[in-house]
């Protein structure tokens, strides 16, 4: 397990974080996606540590509360020092029936805050992350509030997910031009199916020193061997019930086409592959992995340990790329003859 500075901060975290959306039960989606026990919980996260994992994430929603509630009883139950891992959650999806129980607003951060602290049985959260947008609240609001948590302890640095990179760029001039907390780290949807924020986000990431923490690392499950052409929902696959995220199914079969000989090859499975590929990505610094069971944590856990081959990085690469669109070709083509004089010296 290797470890890397969270953006901009001081704070180390291993190159693989522990996602905790498949913790605790529910109804509706949660009954899909989630589903293990306290006892589970424990287990899973014992072995995450014991294989070097220092980073575990949740969000209130997960399970409507439920997520936080069995990682805080497991990480207290494990008898875990506090200053030995770090601890991220989320805010802003509906926790309640009421009109202000969802947002981002001042009133729902200060309450779920507090809320999450109780849930997780901690005084602070190391990295208290956005969930997405909210089309109602200015920015400077729940930028505001996010600083007042960082100032109060309950928090230690901020991140984001899911936004866009001209919503992460004007977070980032208003705590510049306000002398507020900063978003650290991305939380975005990054695979070899999904590669969409190698085209405006990842550039912004690298120019303002963010971290990027992919979620999803699988696509939902697609790249960890188990789907074909042939057989798109096998049994007990949760992609059968719940098909997200979106995927394009012709690309994702070419690219499994290019897995399959290359994990044979290596003797591993198809998902170390997909994850080593990630793991090799410069701009990335931890990624998210989520399990139902010990043996799948640690099948996800063995692709640290992996190193493809420049070739094989090439034909992933080749067969997973993004198809240009404008500006990017243009701005390819007026800086090539620019590039040329570079690369010439």
């Known amino acids: 397990m290797r470890y890397r500075k969270l953006g901009n901060t001081g704070l180390i975290v291993s190159e693989m974080c522990l996602g905790a959306m498949t913790f605790g039960s529910g109804d509706g989606m949660w009954a899909t996606v989630a589903g293990v026990n306290q006892d589970g919980v424990t287990d899973l996260i014992k072995s995450a540590f014991d294989k070097g994992i220092n980073f575990i994430d949740t969000a209130d929603f997960y399970s409507n509360g439920r997520s936080e509630v069995v990682t805080g009883n497991s990480l207290k139950q494990l008898g875990l020092a506090r200053d030995q891992y770090v601890l991220a959650t989320k805010v802003l999806l509906r926790m309640g029936p009421g009109h202000n129980q969802i947002g981002l ?31 109602f609240t200015p920015l400077e609001e729940t930028l505001d509030a996010l600083d007042d948590c960082v100032r109060a302890g309950k928090v230690r640095y901020i991140g984001l997910c899911n936004l866009s990179a001209w919503e992460i760029m004007k977070s980032q001039w208003i705590s510049d031009k306000r002398n507020l907390a900063r978003f650290e780290s991305l939380q975005m949807y990054y695979s070899l199916a999904g590669r969409d924020i190698e085209r405006e986000i990842v550039p912004l990431a690298k120019d303002q020193n963010l971290a990027i923490l992919p979620w999803s690392p699988l696509a939902g499950g697609f790249l960890s061997g188990k789907y074909s052409r042939e057989n798109e929902k096998p049994d007990g696959a949760r992609r059968a019930k719940l098909d997200f995220p979106p995927v394009e199914r012709e690309r994702l079969w070419r690219i499994l086409d290019v897995l399959r000989p290359i994990a ?16 090799a990505r410069p701009h990335v610094t931890s990624v998210i992995i989520g399990a139902k069971n010990t043996e799948q944590l640690l099948d ?22 993004l198809p240009n669109e404008y500006p990017q070709w243009m701005l390819e083509r007026q800086s090539a003859d620019r590039l040329e004089q570079v690369q010439a010296g």
Do not use: F
């Open 300 to 321: 996800n856990i063995a692709a640290t340990e992996l190193r493809l081959s420049a070739e094989q990085l090439a034909a992933i690469d080749e067969a997973s790329k």
């Open 105 to 135: 607003s001042r009133y729902h951060i200060m309450e779920n805050i507090n809320a999450s602290l109780k849930r997780l049985q901690v005084d602070h959260i190391d990295l208290y992350q956005i969930h997405g947008r909210d089309p």
């Open 264 to 279: 044979a090859d290596n003797l591993v499975s198809v998902a170390q592959v997909a994850l080593a590929w990630l793991l």
